[in-house]
């Protein structure tokens, strides 16, 4: 990519052979058109689709926030995922290239892919799930866990995928919230060399949540684990048994009706399960991907994030699969046996668009150059960029040493909540190191103070977006009040969507984001709630009250600072701060362990009770503490 200086920004310029290539040249007509008459623009993605019936209407707005999309028409995600494929020649195309960390192999050409999805189906059904109930899928990256979230929306069902490194209080929680019958799972997975341990996880939350009927467990590992009689089947011999009929039909569903729940951290202990749809989300990430990641039949995608967090589902596994592209997927950690481990795949499957986190780009970086550059890296084409704001170093570096100083990187920004890209680049965009660029489609992007003012070009402000669009959560589940509380309260006089981020805008009307203004916090782009760490130092015998905060880090972008204040009698020494973190850790799972544990005689209050985290995040990084008048003690 050339550069060249603009405002004190350098400003990377795509090369002329990225510009010819792109699917979209004329981003700023097409997003004035997209404002304009933001209905057309997204019937007009929307007919890029098969429905079993037209909608007829693009949005209903009657039950504000509660939108509906395309509302009367009929469609299933897989109908437009697989089925429509297998009637071209993207039927003999791989849909997935899979290898696991032992470096094992396994492909799937489109045509297994519906064969594999249509077989789980069937059992599925065979063993009474129904239509719209919830299942739960806690796995690790394996085929499976891809085929399992596709046959579940084959036959209707709802997945809910929980993140495979959650520990039994988090999966139990979430099981009993959703209420699932049926949970599939695995014995393990690998990592770093180790097999990890999910059916004897799954089996403690099966106990505590109680809601299990059926326990279907993928052999992956070979280690022996506890089945339970009538409860538990290992999916090998369900899917050997021949099945009368191995076809099955696609259920024909409502575009409202409801795809997935996917639990996320807010501000209180108990995490959200957000409801997302099988029509406004399909339209939504099959035209965020074709367009911002340029997708072309021959291309080979891989989205490094795990299917259990939202990137997953919404571009390791929808929305490339809408577009029939081959994905790549990988089981295990990017450093194992060695930090070339990604550079290999990326060489000997001949990677065209690579998509991760900035902490994953920061943590191959440490290692240094080299490990890349002993690799033929000329396959990939774009970069992507997701989770957290990436450092400009980051980013210079996974443009000169992964992209050959070629690569354009979408750096885009989106949640769980979003479904989909909301600010991010397209590839024939200027670019700006750690700046996420521009509006998708369709979106009005506004940085406001708390009265909705817009800030001054340069301040920060409030994220929010200013309009309705098809990938949006519709709900959270059980909890409707809590949605317009979280979301849409706070400028309900505008109809504004709070994102819960921080932003300013630049003198090129190009976005940074600057991080979380509640207590959400970002360790290594993994979303955790501060309320959540809270809960469960508290559920420790020796703790009487305790405070998290995110403190700022190198690698993880932050870690997790506990202050805890203990019971009447207990003693705070070095083994019991180790305890805690220990106990965080089987509570919620490694990525909660707090980095660090500080014990108090009492935390900086609000005169209404609401601990300032603020303070204590200040004080530990040795900075003011700013305005305490509002401090109780
Ligand atoms: O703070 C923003 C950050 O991640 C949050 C959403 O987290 P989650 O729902 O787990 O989804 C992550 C993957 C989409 C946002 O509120 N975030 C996400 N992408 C970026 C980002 N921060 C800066 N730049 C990004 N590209």
Redesign the pocket.
């Known amino acids: 990519m050339e550069t060249t200086v603009n405002n004190n920004d350098t400003f990377y310029y795509p090369s002329k052979e990225i510009v010819r290539h792109a699917n979209i040249k004329n981003y700023e007509e097409l997003y004035s058109q997209s404002i304009a008459d933001r209905e057309g623009f997204w019937a007009a993605e929307a007919k890029k689709l098969d429905w079993y019936k037209k909608w007829d209407k693009v949005v209903d707005d009657s039950k504000k926030p509660f939108y509906k999309w395309f509302t009367g028409g009929k469609i299933n995600i897989i109908h437009n995922a697989i089925d429509r494929h297998l009637k071209s020649a993207t039927r003999n195309k791989l849909a997935i290239i899979w290898e696991g960390e032992p470096g094992d192999l396994r492909t799937f050409s489109y045509h297994v892919l519906n064969r594999e999805v249509s077989k789980f189906a069937n059992i599925l059904k065979s063993m009474g799930a129904r239509k719209g109930e919830v299942i739960t899928i806690y796995m690790p990256q394996i085929p499976e866990l891809v085929i399992a979230m596709l046959a579940c929306a084959k036959m209707g069902a709802i997945h809910s995928v929980v993140y495979g490194g959650f520990s039994y209080e988090a999966l139990a929680e979430r099981i009993a919230d959703s209420q699932s019958r049926i949970l599939i799972t695995a014995d393990g997975g690998f990592r770093r060399g180790k097999a990890t341990h999910l059916k004897s996880i799954a089996n403690e939350a099966m106990k505590r949540s109680g809601t299990i009927e059926v326990c279907i467990t993928v052999k992956r590992t070979g280690e022996d684990c506890y089945m339970e009689n009538d409860r538990d089947f290992w999916y090998q011999d369900l899917m050997n048994i021949p099945l009368e009929c191995k076809d099955c039909g696609t259920e024909i569903m409502d575009a409202e009706d409801a795809l997935f729940i996917l639990y ?2 807010g501000t209180t202990g108990k995490p959200k399960g957000l409801v997302h749809t099988h029509g406004g989300y399909a339209v939504y990430t099959a035209s965020t991907f074709r367009n911002v990641f340029d997708i072309k039949p021959e291309d080979r995608w891989w989205c490094a ?1 795990d299917p259990g ?3 997953g589902h ?1 571009y390791l596994v929808y929305g490339p699969l809408l577009n029939g592209a081959t994905i790549m997927m990988y089981e295990g950690a990017p450093n194992h046996p060695y930090p070339n481990r990604w550079w290999q795949m990326v060489e000997k499957y001949g990677i065209n668009i690579l998509y991760t986190s ?1 902490t994953a780009i920061r943590g191959l970086m440490r290692f240094g150059a080299s490990w890349a550059q002993r690799h033929d890296l000329r396959s990939l084409r774009l970069l992507g ?6 450092n400009p170093e980051a980013w210079k570096w996974y443009h000169e040493v992964i992209g050959r100083g070629k690569c354009p990187i979408m ?8 479904g989909g890209f909301m ?2 680049p397209l590839p024939i965009m200027p670019l700006k190191p750690g700046s ?1 660029a521009k509006a998708y489609f369709g979106n009005e992007v506004g940085i406001v103070d708390d009265h909705g003012n817009e800030v001054k070009q340069g301040e920060e402000g409030n994220l929010v977006i200013k309009n309705p669009w098809p990938g949006m959560a519709r709900t959270i589940l059980h909890d409707p009040e809590r949605y317009i509380e979280k979301y849409w309260e706070k400028y309900s006089d505008k109809g504004w969507y709070l ?3 921080s932003a300013r805008i630049d003198e090129d009307g190009y976005y940074w ?1 600057i ?2 203004i509640d207590d ?1 916090i ?1 360790v290594s ?3 955790l709630g501060s309320a959540e760490i809270e809960s469960a130092l508290v559920s420790h015998p020796a703790v009487a009250e305790a405070a998290a905060v995110g403190l700022p880090d190198d690698l993880r972008g932050n870690i997790i600072h506990a202050t805890v204040i203990l019971k009447e009698g207990k003693v705070a020494n070095d083994k019991l701060a180790e305890e805690l973190k220990n106990h965080v850790e089987n509570e919620i799972g490694p990525i909660a362990r707090p980095s660090h544990v500080e014990f108090t005689d009492a935390l900086p209050k609000t005169r209404s009770g609401k601990i300032m985290r603020r303070v204590i995040k200040a004080r530990a990084l040795g900075l003011d503490t700013g305005d305490l008048t509002s401090l109780e003690e």
């Open positions: 996320t951290s994030a967090w939202v990137t919404s900035p960029s997701v989770g957290e704001p990436i750096d885009t920004w989106w949640q769980t909540e979003t600010i991010t996420c994102a819960g981020d984001i991080g979380r959400v970002k782009g993994y979303r």
